[in-house]
């Protein structure tokens, strides 16, 4: 389980992060709601172990060390830290993650078998701005599920990249009630993930479990209705840019969920 408790960052000019207390379990998805997108990925950074809490504490399992927790999480797409350049190609993404993978992998140097095996030939030669919403995710959940160790997603506000929670929330749910498994060849059994995705607000259809930062509730979203287009149609309209944040008190500006042996540096 990963647990944080009175989670806590202090900014230069105030809180990045009040103190918020969640838990997620294997086999589980949770939706951490925050207002504003540089608290949503703090929350991230800190849970993942990328950034030191001015207080409280975030751990997996039973074992409190830091690096413990890098080890065993993911960081997905957060903004200004790891989210994948719009100009970069779909093929040239897959290379770049499969070469920082923490173990000796067998598609590593060969990003067009990996594209092969996990169903992305189509995409190999599109750019990541090309991508629908719902494609670029599931594209990068199987880079981070690339790596073995892997236990936790922490999904950072995917809501940003569409208005429609058919683009992201049946794909994380559905990952959660699991196991996963990395691919048709893969026999390690399959794992159970926890997975937290932070988001801007709830969705009216969800009823799932939910955690809101700082404890206080937040309105939901409209509900959706059910619609019989594929799962990765296009969104309707896309969502507004959220503010940008300012990573200097992260650790790696490009591959944070990637570089799990590094330090976390302190806040500013």
Not at 29 to 46: K, V
Not at 98 to 108: G, Q, T
Not at 132 to 161: F, K, M, N, T
Not at 229 to 252: L, R, T
Request: charge should be negative; hydrophobic fraction near 40%; aromatic fraction near 4%.
């Amino acid at each position: 389980m990963l647990s944080a408790t009175k989670l806590h960052v202090k900014g230069r000019h105030r809180d990045l992060l009040p103190a918020t207390t969640l838990q997620a379990s294997p086999g589980t998805l949770l939706l951490a709601q925050a207002d504003g997108q540089d608290t949503r990925t703090t929350l991230a950074l800190t849970l993942t172990g990328r950034m030191k809490p001015s207080s409280g504490t975030a751990g997996w399992g039973h074992d409190p060390d830091i690096a413990h927790l890098r080890r065993h999480t993911a960081l997905l797409d957060a903004p200004n830290v790891n989210e994948p350049e719009r100009h970069l190609s779909v093929k040239d993404l897959v290379a770049e993650d499969l070469a920082l993978v923490p173990r000796k992998f067998r598609d590593r140097t060969r990003p067009a078998a990996w594209l092969a095996r996990h169903g992305y030939s189509d995409l190999a030669g599109k750019w990541v701005e090309e991508l629908e919403p719902g494609q670029r995710l599931a594209l990068l959940v199987d880079l981070a599920l690339a790596d073995s160790d892997v236990d936790v997603l922490v999904v950072d506000s995917p809501d940003r990249h569409t208005e429609d929670v058919q683009d992201w929330l049946p794909l994380l749910q559905a990952l959660a009630e699991g196991p996963e498994k990395d691919g048709p060849d893969d026999d390690d059994g399959g794992r159970r993930l926890a997975i937290i995705a932070t988001v801007g607000s709830v969705p009216g259809c969800w009823d799932g479990a939910v955690a809101h930062v700082g404890g206080q509730p937040a309105a939901a979203a409209p509900a959706f209705a059910p619609a019989a287009a594929p799962a990765f149609a296009p969104a309707a309209a896309p969502a507004a840019a959220a503010p940008a944040f300012a990573p200097a008190a992260v650790v790696g500006p490009e591959t944070a969920h990637r570089e799990r042996t590094e330090e976390p540096q302190e806040n500013q």
